[in-house]
Antibody
């Protein structure tokens, strides 16, 4: 069974930093592109970043987070990361990691909440 | 980016009655490889999204056959033949034909 377990969400001050992790299991992690998608509570889904299977190419980063959020992965550890810097109030959201497959997202984690507030 | 527009945004339904959600894209979702990468997700209250339909009309494993997807080009529909209590939540369409993938705003299905 595919499992994606996010961690690292926290309350952080504006301008602060955070690193989210997503531990993958139940599938061959190194074979799949991986997404970060965020959702402001009560609102819709927004793609944040997409990384290729090898981890050597970032395929997409949303304009709203460019230069501040960086996606990476460690295939030896079956883990996806999202490094978040210069955080703003409008980065407050639940962050999901999700598996890409053939023009779709076929699996989602349970999400981790990031709250940016003074 | 491709804009995905859902309607209605709120859908009050009576249990046992049908429901239909529309999703329109600002560009054709027909891919050069012959596929159309239009997906539907269900998000129940307090849960993560779950894919229920991929490539327009293919139901995921475990999804009841009362759910059906249809459409082509820029116009797509998700239908529920008879709404059950467990269907309550928000439904999102998402296109995967063009980068970046983009989502509709969501349609909240609620009991009348």
């Amino acid at each position: 069974e595919v499992q994606l377990v996010e961690s690292g969400g926290d309350l952080v001050h504006p301008g602060g930093s955070l690193r989210l992790s997503c531990a993958a299991s139940g599938f061959t992690f190194r074979n799949y592109w991986m997404h970060w998608v965020r959702q402001v509570p009560g609102m819709g889904l927004i793609g944040v970043a997409l990384i290729n299977a090898d981890g050597n190419k970032i395929l997409y980063v949303a304009d709203s987070v460019k230069g501040r959020l960086t996606v990476s992965r460690d295939n030896a550890k079956n883990t996806l990361y999202l490094e978040m810097n210069s955080l703003r109030a409008d980065d407050t959201a639940v962050y999901y990691c999700a598996r890409d497959y053939s023009g779709s997202i076929d699996s989602w984690g349970q999400g981790t909440l990031v709250t940016v507030s003074s | 980016d491709v804009v995905m527009t859902q309607s209605p945004l709120s859908l009050p339904v009576t249990l046992g009655q049908p429901a239909s959600i529309s999703c329109r894209s600002s560009q054709s979702l027909a891919h050069g490889d012959g596929n159309t990468y239009l997906n539907w997700f269900q998000q129940r209250p307090g849960q993560s999204p779950r894919r229920i339909v991929y490539k327009v009309s293919n139901r995921d494993s475990g999804v009841p056959d009362r759910f059906s997807g249809s459409g082509s080009g820029t116009d797509f529909t998700l239908k529920i033949s008879r709404v059950e209590a467990e269907d309550i939540g928000v439904y999102y369409c998402m296109q995967g034909t063009h980068w970046p993938y983009t989502f509709g705003q969501g349609t909240k299905l609620e009991i009348k």
